[in-house]
């Protein structure tokens, strides 16, 4: 067994505390590759924020675990030779078993999602429950879930969206332990969000998706002041990435993201980490298919992964500054 404190790693206790108080979110980034994991150091380090680096199960599969390990400790080495030690949390994604769970805590992760968010109640506080009783003893935190986001990402599926019960919310807490709560309010995984038919065209001639339930995250804050909220599903989509990939011979399809003024709001208020994922995605993508398209020619992996880098990092900058608003709380 690796305890994530050899690796550097802190868990996400301290962090949310200061978060609660200073009204912003910790980026919750995943990862899958080197790339995405030097973009997410050097945006972090540059703006002063500190990060969570999250793996979901398909990206730990496609990775390898003990791979990921060295690549958690080596984020912490570099972020202090760019000339900052952040706080850096390694996270467990959507994990949907114990075992998977107990393998991760094993590994030198420092904190753990466990979603039994589409099991009966009962059975998803056992789960939880189950999980936070081994990670407690390693000083490790956990993030439980209730109520279900809709779309795709890597294997959590789900085609419609179930709101959090604020009713649960108190129960769901005291009888698993859990350091943290993600909730449904209407975010959802993956690109696909909403499509333009949903949508309405607000005054500036911009498309604005169906309103969050900022009326449920109120109550589940009333039942829990204090307490750790977390928001799954938040990538906006940038329309500019998306014409990029599409210009350069993509073929996504329309697609509308969270308006980022929606989730500075949620960051403003006990939501203290916000999951971005497909943003990243789109960033890379669009670089790749531009180098391919303007140099058809090229063949060397870093003329192709190197603007893409950049452009993540650009991205998570932004991210960091304008919408979370972590910046300089490292």
């Known amino acids: 067994m690796v305890s994530y404190k050899e690796l550097g790693l802190v868990n996400s206790r301290e962090m949310f505390e ?56 080596g984020a912490v080495e570099y972020a202090k030779e760019l000339g900052k030690n952040i706080p850096i949390v390694l996270h467990l994604d959507h994990g949907d078993t114990f075992e998977l769970c107990k393998s991760c805590i094993d590994m030198g992760f420092s904190s753990v999602m466990i979603d039994g968010s589409s099991l009966p109640y009962e059975e998803n506080v056992a789960l939880t429950k189950r999980v936070v009783e081994y990670a407690h ?20 599926q789900a085609e419609a ?31 696909y969000k909403f499509t333009p038919e949903q949508c309405t065209v607000n005054e500036d001639g911009k498309l604005v998706p169906p309103p969050l339930a900022f009326d449920v995250l109120k109550a589940v804050e009333e039942k829990l002041p204090g307490f750790p909220i977390v928001l799954h599903g938040s990538s906006s989509v940038p329309q500019d990435e998306v014409e990029t990939i599409n210009a350069n011979g993509g073929a996504l399809k329309a697609a ?48 192709y992964l190197g603007p893409a880098r950049d452009n993540m990092e650009k991205l998570y900058k932004h991210k960091i500054i304008n919408v979370l608003g972590s910046a300089g709380k490292a």
């Open 256 to 303: 509308i993201g969270i308006p980022e003024e929606w989730l500075r709001e949620s960051a403003k208020s006990a939501v203290c980490k916000i999951n971005i994922d497909s943003d990243s995605r789109l960033a890379m993508t669009a670089a790749i298919r531009k180098v391919f398209v303007d140099n058809p020619a090229e063949f060397d992996p870093r003329k």
């Open 161 to 191: 969206s179930t709101y959090t019960r604020p009713e649960d919310v108190e129960d769901f807490v005291k009888k698993t332990g859990v350091d943290s709560l993600a909730i449904s309010i209407g975010t959802s995984h993956g690109a």
């Open 137 to 156: 003893q390693f000083d490790v935190t956990v993030e439980g879930e209730l109520g279900v986001l809709a779309g795709i990402e890597d294997d959590v």
């Open 18 to 73: 200061k978060a609660i108080e200073g009204g912003y979110a910790i980026p919750a980034f995943n990862f899958n590759n080197m790339e995405q994991m030097q973009a997410i150091i050097q945006a972090c380090v540059e703006a002063s924020s500190p990060v969570i680096l999250q793996v979901s199960s398909g990206a730990r599969k496609y990775a390898n675990q003990t791979l990921l390990r060295y690549m958690a400790q």
